[in-house]
């Protein structure tokens, strides 16, 4: 199967790259390279893709999303069968930052990829989605057939609309389409902006690691390869219209049309002063904390339920924070080579 991965040198769309490689798919992977963060990082991981046993089947492609001539063409001369659409403008607090960043990738990109997918014959469009759409929502866990009609980080509100932008593709052209809302994703090749990576880097040179909500937030943290089996499982099994829906009752999570939507997470949420201490285990290092108030653009908790993705495609999510934490730091000790 001839599949395109968008966001090809980041975090989860490099490991899902590396999965459908060993599993024989053919794979064309686009990236923009942004300096974001680190650029070193990713084309650490373009290289392990390029020496992996399957590297003949892998195609990478600098690419911009929000370059709509050349995305065109990439779907018109490259014939895909699915498409893994993961690459995006992340990061809740930078979209405070620098909103016009995420207009053009969340937004704009994702609409060139929408139309790629409707002109040329797309089997199954699968793309990443965020727990961050449950924004003010208090009902714990989040289940897909909560409220998001508040988001509380212009992040949060670039996502919940792809996902309304990709149900109006699947009603008005029978595109199927599945949104994962990813929760916390965490795990070895990770995203330098995201606490473990700072706070591994903030301890090993005895530095003083910001600590916000003091300590009180709670956490869904997933582990990269429970993660890459979710979509796998979601991109195997192609969205269906639900019969039985309705609109006098609707369902949030499916529709008439071809569109679903699935949370993704561990089900298990975690305290943060317990995730720092398993990290200062792993590290054989106590970290010294500032506790700070929570961050404009934060939500307190956030916690998956993920029954339907369960019931639906077999998602069972085995990897426990110790564990996680402990694959992550020895990955971290590797690449920069910290003995």
Known sequence: MKILVTGVAGFIGYHVTKYLLSRGDLVVGIDNLND???VALKEGRLKELSNHNASENFTFIKMDL?????IENLFKTSHFEKVVHLAAQAGVRYSIENPHAYVDSNLIGFMNILEGCRHFNIKHLVYASSSSVYG???TIPFKESDNVDHPVSLYAATKK????????YSHLYNLPTTGLRFFTVYGPWGRPDMALFKFTKAILKEETIKVFNYGNHRRDFTYIDDIVTGIILSLDNIAQANTQWTGAKPDPSSSKAPWKIYNIGAHKPVNLLAFIE????ALNKEAHKEMLPLQAGDVPDTY????????DVGYQPKTDLTTGIGEFVKWYKVFYEIL
């Open 66 to 70: 929000a370059d709509r001539e050349n």
């Open 136 to 138: 003010a929502n208090e």
């Open 304 to 311: 998956a339920d993920v029954n339907a993705l369960a019931e």
């Open 161 to 168: 609309a792809n996902e309304a932008i990709a149900h109006s």
């Open 278 to 281: 398993t990290l200062e285990n």
């Open 36 to 38: 974001y963060y680190d």
